[in-house]
């Protein structure tokens, strides 16, 4: 408290440790100090309310959770009777089911009157009438057969995702990692015992009309695996006592019974799919039980998980009513506290009333709150000697009492003040009896620190001064977070975040700091999953958005002292501060991705965007931030091609892998410029007389160093920079000069079909490029064919259409690619304009040899046809194979049986030489009469 230029007085300088003119003021300033407590007792009385209607509404929850898992039970039941129900054709299952949609009813009841009884959200209502609406249209049209099993089976699951989505909405808003773990456990468990509905309501049908088909085992694979998969989450995140109750499950008798069965059945699968349908005697050596059967080993284990899941849901719930339990005593100690402080407040101005005698009792006290304040108090006499301090200053400043009692406040003077500073601190001082404002003061070490100084007069009764009054506080860890908080003073103009350069600026700065305490920590990179089709297909100002609303998940997962910066795009990066071990990393990451399986609201309708995760620790992955960051990224992209919606730690694999990909990246940029690609021609052949009709036009790439590269390699690669754009261009390009040189040079015309990439066909400009290439090289537009993969069109179906029906306004033909290893909707299979459908080689690989492959080939060529398509068969490599297609009706071939991918001129060559029939003058279409 450096005080210079004060006017002086003749008071005797008190001696040292004398508390005389202390005690005459001591009880106001202890009032004071009283009313400052109140003020911060109320403050936290406000905090503790809000943590008990917290608290209190997350045990609301976990009752409603409880019959939310009820219900979902009932309806998994309901749907796998009325699964068998309809396989069977109404012959088994009627009167359970029957039975189990009362108790459905029953359980839905029960859950209103929870939500009535709570007055929880609306919302809840609302999507629980939602889905009762859908449920009451649906059981008579089951009870009439009206309806196919899978659309029965889809409806209830998707009532069932509802009320799972419930449930998620009430998790993931735990403070508490242990609860928030069992949370995690329970939502792992539940899905996995909805894996085995799914699978007791697919078996059932499958034993009551005895079809079991290749896609049906499929289906069946797939419910196994995914069960596996969230069972093992489960193991990983339960404790181990629940681990232990559900080791007993699997023990049970009825897994191994149930086992069997799965093992018959696909034994019975696979005979059919081998051999074709079983005969009376084959069927009675494979011995398959009953639908009823079925549905009761099943059921036990089922039930069994059920009783395992209400145990971890009553375990939530405990957990809650004790937090819930620790809000409420604590919010009464805060009570108290306030109470405690106003009443202080209330005996001390009572206690002045009644005279000196109480007030020296009050000072005592006053002394005892002195002697322990956290903050920095000084007493000066009139002559600004100091008198007293308390243990607080000598450990800001760093001199002991007996060093500092006696001198003047100039002690503490840094020079960082000049004359004019102190003269307005004395006028105000003098004028308003306080002053209070920033200084810069100096330790007995020499340290200058700033601080926020206090000062108040003190005088007597008759007006004359006879202390003053200093409280410090020291500023110098506030002005670091200023310091630090300037440093991050640019922001992310659309989330608010810190942008790139204000987080490599908190990441440099955490290596310093993690490098002198020989601490840890560890940066996250987390990307959106398929951001790219929200943008092309809903529009930027819809992914503006969800980027918005992705940033505050994510802030709202990290704890109060990390730091979350968006880099660009739909990339953000995390810094997660004092990390003691992996296993804190695991719970942030598994908190971020919960909070992304809520949906997104995009343009009215609700969205699932998942996240991927790639995670990099200090100092295991890298010493410098640029290592960190490139370590994080690569984690990143493993995390992406492992499926997505995951995290990763990284390894040095991951860096081999990630050098790997970088060099190939940087190598296909150049290889436009350098010549590197070359296109080749399959020819496509007449079914019926073997005439050229057309052929696809193939990219091959080959690079000094690395030789023949496969497309299976770099053309994800291209995809995934945008480099397949310009790519895609030159080789419609190239190709169409090609073709219109055969047209010009051999006097007769070959269509040539290009693959269009999901890029180039969601790109605005494709007409008018297309339609640019083909003014280019003069071809006729009737001569061009693009081929479309089914990706392309189911992500905008509606714009897709648009595209084709502008493709064939310009004459250029459309042909759908890989037909039956996408989606395969009918739906939209009839609804786009297209010319041709090309069945894929792995239908026709194992022709005329597999029934199943004959099967689809037929149902594809049959399609296709009815359609008014033409059907094209690719990979034909034996005769057997052309005569079994030909035979269904397809129309034109391409395979190695016919010729090879090869150069223009090779092509050129052997229609000239007769080994290929060379084509009709008019190429108007496709086919040709035989």
Same mark, same amino acid.
């Given at each position: ?35 400052? =407590? ?149 939502? %792992? ?15 059932? %049908? ?30 990983? *995140? ?23 069965i799965r093992q018959k059945i696909r034994a019975v699968a696979f005979w ?67 109470? *405690? ?102 330790? $007995? ?5 700033? %601080? ?37 003073? !640019? ?15 908190? *990441? ?6 993690? $490098? ?7 940066? =996250? ?101 640029? !290592? ?35 060099? =190939? ?147 250029? $033909? ?32 194992d022709l005329p040899d597999n029934e199943s492959d004959c099967a689809i ?20 490599? !034996? ?28 092509? !050129?060559?052997? *229609? ?19």
């Amino acid at each position: 408290m450096p005080i210079e230029n004060s006017p002086q007085t003749n008071v005797p300088r008190a001696p040292p440790g004398s508390l005389g003119p202390i005690r005459r003021n001591a009880t106001w300033v202890l009032i004071v100090f009283l009313l400052a =407590l109140s003020f911060f007792a109320i403050h936290s009385l406000v905090e503790r309310f809000d943590q008990l209607r917290n608290a209190s509404l997350d045990r609301k929850w976990m009752g409603a959770n409880g019959a939310i898992s009820r219900l979902i039970h009932e309806l998994q039941r309901e749907r796998g009777f009325s699964s068998g129900f309809i396989a069977s054709r109404g012959e088994r299952f009627g009167e359970s089911l029957v039975t189990q949609q009362i108790r459905t009813d029953g359980s839905l009841n029960e859950l209103k009157s929870i939500i009535r009884e709570h007055a929880m959200d609306q919302a809840l209502q609302r999507s629980l009438d939602a889905g009762w609406g859908q449920l009451q249209e649906l059981r008579p049209r089951v009870k009439s057969l009206e309806l196919s099993r899978d659309y029965t089976v889809d409806r209830y699951t998707w009532i069932i995702d509802t009320l799972f989505d419930l449930q998620l909405s009430s998790f993931g808003s735990a403070i508490e990692s242990s609860i928030f773990r069992k949370q995690m456990a329970f939502i %792992a468990f539940s899905q996995a015992k909805e894996m085995l509905g799914q699978e007791r309501a697919l078996l059932s %049908a499958i034993l009551s009309d005895h079809n079991f088909s290749a896609g049906r085992m499929l289906t069946l694979n797939n419910i196994r695996a995914t069960e596996q998969a969230r069972l093992a989450n489960f193991v990983r *995140l339960a404790d181990a006592e629940t681990a232990a109750r559900y080791r007993e499950i699997l023990a049970q008798p009825h897994i191994k019974d149930a086992e069997r069965i799965r093992q018959k059945i696909r034994a019975v699968a696979f005979w059919e799919e081998s051999h074709g349908s079983m005969s009376t005697t084959e069927a009675l050596s494979i011995s398959l039980p009953t639908p009823e059967m079925w549905f009761e080993v099943s059921t036990a284990k089922i039930d069994a998980m059920k009783a395992l899941e209400d145990r971890l849901n009553a375990s939530l719930g405990v957990s809650a009513e004790q937090v819930e339990k620790r809000a409420w005593q604590e919010l009464s100690i805060s009570g108290l506290l306030v109470l *405690l402080a106003f009443m202080l407040a209330g005996i001390l101005i009572r206690q002045i009333q009644r005279g000196r005698r109480v007030a020296e009792h009050q000072l005592n006290l006053a002394e005892a709150v002195f002697a322990n304040s956290v903050e920095s108090i000084l007493v000066t006499d009139a002559d600004q000697r100091i008198v007293e301090v308390n243990p607080a200053f000598l450990r800001i400043s760093g001199y002991s009492r007996s060093e500092i009692i006696g001198q003047h406040p100039r002690i503490l003077k840094s020079g960082r003040h000049d004359a004019a500073f102190f003269a307005r601190m004395w006028q105000e001082l003098n004028a308003n009896g306080t002053w209070e404002g920033e200084v810069w003061n100096r330790r $007995k070490n020499g340290e200058i620190y700033p %601080a926020l100084l206090s000062i108040a007069v003190v005088r007597s009764q008759d007006g004359k001064v006879v202390n003053y009054t200093g409280m410090i506080f020291d500023l110098s860890q506030q002005k670091t977070v200023e310091a630090l908080l300037d440093q991050l003073r !640019t922001f992310d103009g659309l989330t608010a975040l810190p942008n790139r350069e204000s987080w490599l600026s908190a *990441l440099e700065q955490q290596l310093a700091n993690a $490098k002198r305490n020989s601490s840890r920590f560890s940066i =996250l990179q987390l990307d959106l999953d398929r951001f790219k089709a929200i943008n092309d297909s809903m529009g930027y100002s819809v992914g503006d958005q969800v980027l918005i609303e992705a940033a505050e998940r994510v802030k709202v997962s990290l704890r109060k002292y990390d730091i979350v910066a968006r880099l660009g795009g739909n990339r953000f990066s995390i810094l997660l501060n004092e990390i003691v071990d992996p296993q804190t990393i695991g719970g942030i990451c598994e908190k971020l991705l919960t909070a992304f399986a809520r949906p997104f609201q995009m343009g009215g309708i609700n969205a699932h965007i998942s996240a991927s995760i790639g995670v990099a620790i200090f100092p295991n992955d890298g010493q410098d931030s640029k !290592t960190l960051m490139m370590a994080a990224e690569s984690a990143l992209y493993s995390a992406k091609a492992d499926g997505r919606n995951l995290y990763k730690y990284y390894s040095h694999e991951m860096n081999e892998m990630g050098t790997h990909l970088f060099k =190939l990246e940087r190598m296909l940029r150049v290889a436009l410029d350098r010549n590197e690609f070359s296109v080749v021609y399959q020819p496509q052949v007449n079914a019926k007389n073997g005439q050229l009709v057309g052929v696809e036009a193939l990219l091959r790439w080959h690079n000094p160093e690395l030789g023949n590269v496969s497309p299976v390699q770099f053309i994800p690669v291209a995809e995934e920079t945008g480099l397949i754009v310009s790519i895609g261009e030159w080789v419609m390009r190239v190709a169409c000069h090609q073709a219109r040189t055969w047209q010009s040079e051999l006097g007769f015309e070959i269509p040539v079909a290009v693959n269009l990439s999901a890029r180039q066909f969601r790109r605005n400009d494709l007409l008018a490029s297309v339609q640019t290439i083909l003014d280019e090289t003069g071809l006729p537009n009737r001569l061009l064919e693009l081929e479309i993969t089914e990706g392309s069109l189911i992500v905008d179906p509606i714009g897709a259409i648009d595209i084709m029906r502008g493709l064939n306004c310009l004459g250029i $033909k459309t042909a759908l690619d890989d037909f039956g290893t996408g989606y395969s909707s009918l739906a939209y299979l009839k609804a786009f304009p297209l010319n041709r459908l090309k069945i894929d080689r792995a239908f026709v690989r194992d022709l005329p040899d597999n029934e199943s492959d004959c099967a689809i080939s037929n149902t594809i060529i049959a399609l296709g046809l009815n359609l008014n398509m033409e059907v094209l068969a690719e990979g034909v490599e !034996t005769e057997a194979q052309r005569d079994f297609l030909a035979d269904a009706g397809c129309q034109v071939f391409q395979g190695y049986l016919f010729g090879k991918p090869m150069s223009g001129e090779d092509l !050129t060559l052997r *229609l000239q030489s007769g080994n290929l029939i060379a084509p009709r003058c008019s190429a108007s279409s496709g086919i040709s009469d035989a």
